[in-house]
């Protein structure tokens, strides 16, 4: 891809007080795509976060970005390593996706929003060390993707017809549950989320990846506690970094988003990877494809591909999931329908 000079542009605008222009240029540096940064604010956090955009004057489609598990910043890196592919004998970062799909998509008309997760800002920035969530819900997170909406909304060249959602792994559930929810979001990209709701992944997360058949037996009968009420709340569960509030509310959204995901009636693509062990798709993107029938749904595998659509020693976003990304926003796109009052 050609580089080109493009300007880093800061803006400060919080979720509650919206801008319609960039402000003061600090700085220039070489990138693929003219990008902005900027700060978005809610509950008094101030998210680190950016807006990569076409380097053209039109009315774009854009795509918002939501992380899946861990306490991850805008580009989708985090300090928690991770081993992901069939085979692998080794830890590798988990990647920078984000900023990949942002790259390549605002390349192809498509203006892009990502934003450090609030966790990341909570735990990494306010009070590391990173990754334990015990201020933060399932529910702040859903809330941030409203606050994301509205914002983009407001932004110069968005085309407010088309602005889609894209979940990673946790993230897909939420966007599924956000996108049901409302009538301004045309599309949902679900890529590598759960068809089953998260204690019962969780368990064969301990089973298959961790290897920990003890564990697995521990902990489901701590979630059988957990779900009839008898958990109490100021224990930790087996192994966890999560407490037992974060657990019950995580629960409840999958349970909920299991059945979303089934009947919402939004164009939804459905995407897996056949090497990845920790949302494996010949048990989820098989439930999906027996359970939902809807036209309006893409069912998308990719041979080799792990949970962060990489390979084994290339933790690089895939050119080809990066290109079916491209063709289906421009593919779901609609034409604004304007009407008027006699």
């Not at 960039?22 to 990138?31: E, L, R």
């Not at 407490?243 to 995407?271: C, E, G, T």
């Amino acid at each position: 891809m050609k580089s080109i000079i493009t300007k880093f542009i800061l803006i400060i605008i919080p979720f509650f007080s919206y801008g319609q222009s960039y402000s003061s240029i600090i700085d220039t540096f070489y990138v693929n795509t003219p990008e902005y940064a900027l700060t978005l604010g809610v509950d008094s956090l101030h998210f680190p976060s950016a807006i990569t955009t076409p380097d053209t004057q039109a009315l774009f489609p854009i795509l918002i970005l939501v992380h899946g598990t861990a306490a991850l910043d805008k580009d989708a890196n985090s300090t928690k390593d991770y081993l992901d592919s069939i085979g692998a004998n080794y830890r590798k970062a988990q990647t920078r996706m984000f900023y990949d799909i942002a790259d390549a998509l605002s390349q192809n008309g498509i203006m892009v929003l990502r934003y450090d997760k609030r966790s990341h800002t909570v735990n990494c920035i306010e009070k590391p060390p990173c990754w334990f969530v015990d201020t933060v819900t399932i529910y702040d997170y859903i809330k941030d993707i409203h606050h994301a909406i509205d914002f983009a909304k407001t932004l110069p060249n968005v085309d407010s017809c088309n602005i889609f959602l894209a979940g990673h792994s946790q993230g897909g559930s939420f966007v599924s549950q956000v996108g049901y929810e409302r009538f301004d979001v045309r599309g949902i990209l679900n890529m590598a989320g759960t068809s089953q709701p998260v204690d019962s992944v969780a368990i064969y997360q301990y089973e298959s990846i961790d290897n920990d058949p003890v564990g697995a037996n521990i902990i489901r009968r701590q979630f059988d506690s957990l779900r009839s009420g008898l958990w109490p709340m100021s224990t930790t569960l087996y192994n966890s970094h999560f407490s037992p509030r974060f657990w019950i509310d995580w629960i409840n959204h999958s349970d909920s988003a299991v059945f979303v995901q089934q009947y919402s009636n939004k164009p939804k693509a459905l995407m897996y990877g056949t090497a990845d062990r920790f949302v494996p798709s010949n048990i989820h993107y098989q439930i999906w494809q027996d359970s939902i029938s809807r036209p309006n749904v893409t069912f998308q595998l990719f041979n080799d591909l792990d949970h962060g659509f990489g390979t084994e020693y290339d933790s690089t976003m895939s050119q080809q999931v990066l290109d079916f990304m491209i063709d289906w926003i421009h593919t779901t796109s609609q034409e604004c329908m304007v009407t008027t009052v006699d």
